[in-house]
């Protein structure tokens, strides 16, 4: 999605509602925060958070939207 002097800007969701807000001002794709999600949800960042919760997380921001989610 990189184009040589358009560089991609990607905006990053910690949950379904920061990705619903990010798809509604028009970008191109989502990314997402490791220590955001994880502060998000009380713990530091650095692989601290349980698998089972970035699942359903990261679940829930991709059903969101129909935009790309890195």
Do not use: C
Not at 37 to 60: K, N, Q, W
């Amino acid at each position: 999605m990189h184009v040589k002097g358009q560089p991609l800007i990607l905006y990053n969701a910690w949950d379904a509602g920061s990705a619903r807000a990010i798809s509604a001002a028009g970008v191109s794709a989502i990314a997402t925060s490791s220590w955001a999600v994880a502060a998000a949800h009380g713990y530091e960042d650095g692989e601290r958070l349980p698998i089972a919760i970035s699942e359903t997380v990261i679940a829930r921001i991709v059903a969101t939207t129909d935009l790309p989610v890195s």
